[in-house]
């Protein structure tokens, strides 16, 4: 099983500034078809998960160009341009390169 | 617009059964992997089980190894998980997914308390 760590687990911002989550893969998500299925998804108090991010660097249908994720073999950063009240929540990491598909243990980003 | 309805959480004992479902619309279901994804409360995101497009793969966490039976129905754009022997530690919300990632459901709360 792939473990997904992320740093920090607690961010707090003030709005209008940059923010960064960092995620590590205790092997590489390269997958035979040479990509790496390395995902982003925010989660809103009460709310679903929704996807940010696939495939380490592709911004999903609707995520603002705010959002931008980077990162190759094991190391992977999203970063927030500048953070906006409807950013709070919680920020997983998901590799979805075989089978188990395990997720970092969340950061959770709030407002100084 | 792609939606996905989950059902058939509930309160259950410990050691009984539930069959959650998941129904999809709006992209072509056959098409696609899926995967059942729960949250206990307060906590992070788990993967469960997956299954191939076309129902004839699936794959189980560890921890639900044995005990979980995913399956589909194509022809009816549903996702089904049954869940036997239920333990307190599988009360969780349970998502189905499309995909690795792409589209989430609303969630079904599974409760098993005695």
């Known amino acids: 099983e792939i473990v997904m760590t992320q740093i920090p687990l607690s961010s707090p911002v003030t709005l209008g500034q940059p923010a960064s989550i960092s995620c590590r893969s205790s092997?590489?998500?390269?997958?035979?078809?040479?990509?790496?299925?390395l995902s982003w998804l925010h989660q809103r108090p009460g709310q679903p998960p929704r996807l940010l991010i696939y495939k380490i660097s592709n911004r999903f249908s609707g995520v603002p160009d705010r959002f931008s994720g980077s990162g190759a073999g094991t190391d992977f950063t999203l970063k927030i341009s500048r953070v906006e009240t409807e950013d709070v929540g919680v920020y997983y990491c998901m590799h979805a390169t075989r089978f188990p598909y395990t997720f970092g243990q969340g950061t959770k980003l709030e407002i100084k | 617009e792609v939606h996905l309805l989950e059902s058939g959480g509930g309160l259950v004992q410990p050691g009984g059964s539930l069959r959650l479902s998941c129904t999809a619309s709006?992209?072509?279901?056959?098409?696609?992997?899926m995967s059942w994804v729960r949250q206990a409360p307060e906590t992070g995101l788990e993967w469960v089980s997956g299954?191939?497009?076309?129902?004839?793969?699936?794959y189980y966490a560890d921890s639900v190894q044995g005990r979980f039976n995913m399956s589909r129905d194509n022809s009816k754009n549903t996702l089904y998980l049954q869940m036997n022997n239920l333990r307190a530690e599988d009360a969780a919300t349970y998502y189905c997914?499309?995909?690795?990632?792409?589209?989430w459901g609303q969630g079904t709360l599974v409760t098993v308390s005695s």
């Open positions: 997914v499309s995909g690795g990632s792409y589209f």
């Open positions: 299954i191939s497009a076309s129902g004839g793969s699936t």
């Open positions: 092997q590489s998500l390269v997958n035979s078809d040479g990509d790496a299925y």
């Open positions: 709006g992209f072509i279901f056959s098409n696609f992997g």
